[in-house]
Structures are given as structure tokens and as C-alpha cells.
């Protein structure tokens, strides 16, 4: 306060530097994120390239413990009356910042006001689409982006006599390649997944083309039902705890529990976000490859595209807070939209390129030829134009939703009860979690 | 005989008391008051939109099986975490207390653990018990017993029980030691000289007059297993397999911080309030009786 008002001082008498002027005038921006080790290492590098390109505005980073407590954490603090400028939001949140109203700013609003403009088609269909509203304008500002892709230990596939060039793409496949994998003893188990209900059912709905939840999974209106009782999930459902009765699958628990089994050979086919790709280089002792994810072809011949997971960044608005600020947020938002630095940023997280652009350069660059299997989760990301099943999912409470279809699904794959129990104990909870939230934000 | 202090002035004690009382005042008045004020509201996550509903979030939260659920879980959570921490730390504290070498480095050893934060101890529990990885559940596969705490809930139970018990030990038995060394040897002595073998001693004459540290000990335990274990649960189990390991105030954290339903939240912790005032009040009335002071 002392050294502003002195500076303000010098300032006004024509005495001070033009760098002190300068520095004086920056906009401070706080920006809350998610990230630890070395993606956090990386967002700061990101930022700190940000202040150097120019003289307006300070962009401060600050790690705020995982998803769920920063998300919190953001909301206590708009609560209070001090948010943050920009908050990073895990996907499954989404419904919840977009239900959000007055609290957030909608990034194709704040761009308007700074009079930036930017295209929302320069990014991949499945990212775009998962931020975007019903007319297609961008509300929260992509970030980082992965997909679920399926991981083979190609050791293993020798060792089972498979072939480890013509590798499974069907989850018929993925079942013949586990049973070899079993009667051999290739690995300890053949098959796991981490994050079993984005895996197993989310990925599964959009690549099928199947509505998981009616209003086109929520788009349309916070009305919905999910659709979780119709056929193609109770198809899914028996098809999992086939491989588990047979003992081809080995559940590993709830979110990312299960990561850590592919990589230490543990399972010979695993689920996992994109993002995990610097583990498994750095951990698995063995060849591997990474690969789309399977589908049933007697359900769907060419499948769609994926849906992503990761986060975006959240401009929140509060009381008396100033046009310069919102301003600086816009131009750090039009930082992050260059293709430039996506490629960076892709190459050094793991992290899918948010643009077009910046795929096709890595591309040139034989980028995917050095780091085979690295697209996979892009091409499962653009492969088609997305559908309104394929888009992604406003669901409200859909963190709850997410474990509640993992509990039914435990319980399932313990014995507890049968597929089509699971189903339909999931499909009314999550409906019950649906209205909740459809009451509460009502209005 | 009783001694008084008698203040001339009216004003000083309430000012010695003030800090306390602020204390008190702002960290556990206010927020208990906010909780019941807010359990009869219901809210978005951003408090934008609030409308008042009554006793509605108490009568979802009474009529939901799975909350039902919880309460058998927590009730069986604690009794078995109280068990097993006073009557180890009890053993420990006994042992302890034997004349030998090196006692005071044997003790400083056993309270160890104390000073482990829960979602350490938590991990280096998973490092014991995962199935695939852990150097206990790797051998309990290798003997093929199925251990698979991931996926068997009765398994999963055992662990968060084992690893919030564990936690507790060292504070159980530094108060059980203090006890027993507060017990007059000469006590002892005459029963020995009267024959009485080491086990009657014990039962007969140790653990009575140890009584008003087990009672002390039983509320704090259970106020430990009820409401401290939130980060052994949520490291090891999250609650889960399906819900197995969700005690009451695991749910209540999920529904608030995570779920961001604070009317729902808020509702159980009252009711939590309302439980915990309920059992100090028996235990305080009933058990207290019975100790020996």
C-alpha cells in the first residue's frame, strides 16, 4: 500500500522510470489450478511465457489440491466474495459452472467484450463440443483435454502368441486376445480399466452412438433422464462381468486406483486416460503400444468419436471487479488459443492438442512417427463429427452420478446382484441426483 | 475441603475467560449454528439460488437405505476401532511397564505412530495390504485366501478397521501407562505377598483402578472412530466397494465437499451433532457410575 502510493507519487512529480510505470500499471490475475509435479511445473512455464509476451497483465498460478478441491474451493471463495479470475474445472463439474449464472463469465461473452475474436472450429470436435452451448459458443476455455485409450503390453502378446501388429480393435477381440492371454499365463491378469464408469460406459455411450441420458445427454435441458436400463449398457454390463467370471477382468478400483497395474505388468490390457502416457514410458519395462478404444461392430460399423476428460478454465466474475481485469483474463485466453504454444503444451503433458492446427503440425513433424500410438486418443477424438450422443454430457451432480454407477457396478461385479439390478439401481439413483440438482438450480 | 477463589471484581473473570470463550465462540458455536441454519436450506453448489424447505432434507436423508447403511457401517467401524486400540494399547502399556533395558527407548518407540499423519499411515497401509501390490496381500494371494479388499467389502472393512485402530494405539497406551504408573506399588505388593498370581492381580486390582482412564479413554476412541478416520477411509477406500466402508461422517463429506449439496450435508452433521450429544450424555450418566475415582 505504502510502495503504491509512493510510486503513485514519484509518478504524478514525472520522476519515475517508465519500467517502474509500467510495472505499476500490470493487472493481476489469479489463476487457481489442479495440477502437481511436473504438469504444474509446466503450467507455471506457460504463464510465465504469458507475462513476458507483454506489459498489461500478471498472470498468478496457484495449486489448490486435485479437482474436486479446487473446484470447491473456487465456490467457497465466490461464496465469500473473493473469487479467483480463472478456475480450472475437472469435465464431470462442467454442469455445474454452467448452471452457475451469474457467478461465471461465458469465455465467448468475455472474448466480446475485449473484442477478440476467436474461431471456436479451430479446435478438435470433441473438445469443442464438450464446452460449447446448444449454439455452439464457447462458455468455459479448453485446456487440458485427454480421451481413454487401451494400452497393450506387447511382451505379453508375444508371450501369448498373439500378433503384435494386427492388434485388437473390437471388444471381440479384446476377449479372444485376454483368453490367450489367461491360458498362457502371460500376465497375472489380462484385463483392467481405471476410471470404470467414464471407460466403460461414458466412452462407450458416445462411441456407439448411444444417448447415455435423454436432452442429448443433457444439452438441451437440466430435464434429463439417463438411459442407462436401455439395451446397449445392459449388453455392455454382461459383457464386462463375462470377462471378470471367466477371469479375464481384474476390477482395480474406483477412479484412477487402476493405473497403476498396466504399467507394472500386472495386467496385460489396460484402460486409462490419454494422460498416462508419461507414467507408462517411464515405468513399464516392456513394449507397449497405445491403441483406440474397442467397440462392439455388431452394434456400430465405423465408430464415433470419444469424449474427453480434463479440465477447462473457468473466468469467474465478482462484484466490482474491474473491466482491465477481465480484460487481461481475454488476452491470456487468446495466449492459450495459439497453435503454437497447444503444440507445446501437448508434447509436454501428454495432453491431447486442443486445435486442429497444432495436430496436424505435430503431424508434420513426425511427431506420432517418433511417439507411436500418441494420436490415438486425437484420432478417436476427431474421427467423426460428433453426434448429439457423441458431444459429451451436462449432467448435474455427475460426480455423484459417476460413483453411483461405480458402487452398482462393484456390487454387481462382487456378486451382489446381476447386471440388469446394477443397471437399473444406477439409472434411479443417478435420476434421483438428476432432480436434485434440477430443484436446487431452478429458478 | 473446598477451596474458593472469590474475584472482587465482576469484570475480570469474564475478561480471562474472553479468549477462551471467542474461541470457542467463533470455531465451534458459529459453525454448529451455520449447519443447522443451513440444513433446513436448499441450495445451488454457488449459494445462488436458496430456498428454505424445512425438515424435507431430514426426512430424505431418514427415508434413504444407504444412509442406513452408514449407520450400521459406523457403528460396526467404531466398536471394532475402539476394541481393538484400548485393548492393544492396554497389552502395549502393560508390557511397557515391566522393569527391563532399554524401557524408555521401548516406550518412545510404541509412540511412534502417534505422530503419523492419517493419510500417511493410510498409504503405507496400501503399501502392506494392495492386492497386486502390497507385501501382506501379495502373500495372502500367494496362499490363495482371494485377498481382494478393492472388490470384498467384509476385506476392505478389516483394512480401514486395522489401519484407523493402528493410528490410535500409541495414544491409548501412553495414557494406559500413565495410569498404571499411577497405581501404588504397595497395592500390588500385598496382594503378591497374599498369594494372588499376576492375572488376578491384574483383573482384580490394576485394571479397576484404572477404570477412570478406560472411561476416559472409550469416549475419546469413540469420538476418534466417528469423526477422525475421514482421511484413513478416504486414502484407502473412498467409501467403498460400493459402500461398505462409508461411515457417517465419510457420507457427510462426500455429499458437501464433493456432491456440493450443503442442505444435505449440513442435515447429517446435525444429525451426528444430536448423536454424539446423546452418547457422551449415556456415558457420562450411566458408565460414569460405575468407575472408581
Not at chain 2, 460396526?76 to 492396554?90: E, H, Q, R
Request: charged residues 15%.
Amino acid at each position: 500500500m505504502q510502495r503504491r502510493s509512493l510510486l503513485a507519487g514519484s509518478a504524478a512529480l514525472g520522476l519515475a522510470a517508465p519500467g517502474l510505470a509500467r510495472a505499476q500499471a500490470r493487472t493481476e490475475i489469479q489463476l487457481w489450478h489442479a495440477m502437481t509435479g511436473a504438469l504444474g511445473e509446466t503450467i507455471g512455464e506457460e504463464v510465465k511465457r504469458f507475462n513476458d509476451s507483454q506489459g498489461r497483465t500478471t498472470v498468478v498460478p496457484s495449486f489448490k489440491g486435485g479437482y474436486v478441491d479446487t473446484m470447491t474451493g473456487a465456490i467457497a471463495a465466490w461464496r465469500a466474495g473473493s473469487p479467483p479470475h480463472i478456475v480450472q474445472v475437472f469435465e464431470v463439474g462442467t454442469a455445474t459452472m454452467m448452471a452457475a449464472g451469474p457467478a461465471i463469465k461465458p469465455v465467448h461473452t468475455l472474448l466480446g467484450e475485449a473484442g477478440i475474436t476467436l474461431d471456436p472450429k479451430r479446435y478438435l470436435a470433441g473438445v469443442r463440443g464438450y464446452y460449447s452451448d446448444t449454439q455452439g459458443r464457447l462458455i468455459s476455455m479448453p485446456f487440458n483435454s485427454s480421451s481413454a485409450v487401451m494400452w497393450l503390453n506387447l511382451d505379453a502378446f508375444e508371450k501369448a502368441g498373439l500378433s503384435t501388429t494386427a492388434l485388437p480393435k473390437t471388444w471381440r477381440e479384446v476377449r479372444a486376445a485376454a483368453e490367450k492371454i489367461k491360458a498362457t499365463g502371460a500376465a497375472p491378469a489380462a484385463v483392467t480399466t481405471a476410471w470404470p464408469t467414464w471407460v466403460l460406459f461414458e466412452q462407450m455411450a458416445a462411441i456407439h452412438d448411444i444417448p447415455f441420458a435423454t436432452k442429448a445427454n443433457g444439452f438441451e435441458g437440466m430435464d434429463c433422464e439417463l438411459q442407462l436400463t436401455q439395451p446397449f449398457f445392459q449388453k455392455q454390463m454382461d459383457f464386462v462381468l463375462g470377462l471378470q467370471k471367466d477371469g479375464l477382468f481384474k476390477y482395480g478400483g474406483r477412479d484412477n486406483a487402476a493405473e497403476g497395474l498396466f504399467p507394472a505388468g500386472e495386467a496385460a490390457i489396460g484402460f486409462n486416460s490419454s494422460a498416462g502416457r508419461a507414467r507408462v514410458a517411464r515405468e513399464a519395462k516392456f513394449k507397449w503400444a497405445s491403441v483406440p478404444l474397442p467397440y462392439h461392430d455388431d452394434v456400430i460399423a465405423s465408430p464415433k468419436n470419444g469424449v474427453i476428460g480434463g479440465a477447462s478454465l473457468w473466468p469467474l466474475s465478482a462484484k466490482n471487479r474491474p473491466v482491465e481485469e477481465y480484460r487481461g483474463v481475454a488476452e491470456f485466453f487468446r495466449f492459450l488459443s495459439e497453435p503454437a504454444l497447444d503444440q507445446w503444451w501437448h508434447q509436454q503433458t501428454g495432453y491431447v492438442p486442443l486445435t486442429l492446427a497444432a495436430y496436424e503440425k505435430s503431424k508434420a513433424e513426425g511427431y506420432y512417427t517418433q511417439n507411436a500410438g500418441a494420436d490415438a486418443a486425437i484420432i478417436q477424438l476427431s474421427r467423426a463429427e460428433p453426434t448429439p450422443n457423441s458431444m459429451g454430457f451436462r449432467l448435474g451432480g455427475f460426480v455423484e452420478i459417476r460413483n453411483i454407477i461405480q458402487e452398482e457396478l462393484e456390487k454387481a461385479l462382487q456378486g451382489q446382484q446381476t447386471g440388469a439390478q446394477a443397471l437399473e439401481n444406477a439409472n434411479r439413483r443417478g435420476n434421483v441426483v438428476l432432480r436434485n440438482f434440477e430443484r436446487a438450480n431452478k429458478g | 475441603m473446598e477451596r474458593k477463589t472469590v474475584f472482587p471484581q465482576r469484570l475480570l473473570p469474564y475478561l480471562l475467560l474472553a479468549p477462551q470463550l471467542l474461541i470457542t465462540a467463533v470455531f465451534f458455536f458459529w459453525p454448529a449454528a451455520q449447519a443447522v441454519w443451513f440444513s433446513f436450506l436448499r441450495q445451488d453448489a454457488f449459494g445462488i439460488r436458496t430456498s428454505f424447505v424445512g425438515f424435507e432434507n431430514f426426512t430424505e436423508l431418514l427415508a434413504d437405505p444407504t444412509y442406513h447403511e452408514a449407520l450400521r457401517n459406523t457403528a460396526v467401524f467404531a466398536t471394532a476401532v475402539s476394541l481393538l486400540s484400548l485393548g492393544l494399547g492396554l497389552l502395549f502399556a502393560v508390557l511397557a511397564d515391566r522393569r527391563i533395558r532399554g524401557a524408555g527407548l521401548y516406550r518412545t518407540l510404541l509412540i511412534w505412530p502417534y505422530a503419523v499423519a492419517p493419510a500417511v499411515a493410510a498409504v503405507l497401509w496400501i503399501f502392506l495390504f494392495h492386492p497386486q501390490v502390497g507385501l501382506i496381500g501379495r502373500w495372502l494371494n500367494g496362499l490363495g485366501l482371494g485377498w481382494d479388499y478393492k472388490l470384498n467389502g467384509g476385506q476392505a472393512m478389516l483394512v480401514v478397521i486395522l489401519a484407523a485402530a493402528w493410528k490410535q494405539v500409541a495414544y491409548n497406551m501412553i495414557f494406559f501407562l500413565a495410569g498404571l504408573q499411577s497405581i501404588p506399588p504397595s497395592v500390588l505388593e500385598a496382594a503378591a505377598i497374599d498369594g494372588a498370581r499376576p492375572w488376578q492381580r491384574f483383573w482384580t486390582i490394576t485394571f479397576p483402578l484404572l477404570s477412570p482412564t478406560t472411561f476416559f479413554l472409550i469416549v475419546v476412541n469413540l469420538v476418534y472412530a466417528c469423526f477422525d478416520t475421514f482421511g484413513v477411509i478416504d486414502a484407502l477406500t473412498k467409501g467403498g466397494p460400493a459402500k461398505a466402508t462409508e461411515t457417517l461422517i465419510y457420507r457427510a463429506y462426500v455429499d458437501g465437499r464433493v456432491n456440493l449439496d450443503l442442505g444435505m450435508s449440513s442435515a447429517q452433521s446435525v444429525v451426528l451433532m444430536v448423536v454424539v450429544i446423546l452418547l457422551t450424555m449415556v456415558q457420562f450418566r450411566y458408565v460414569e457410575r460405575r468407575v472408581h475415582y
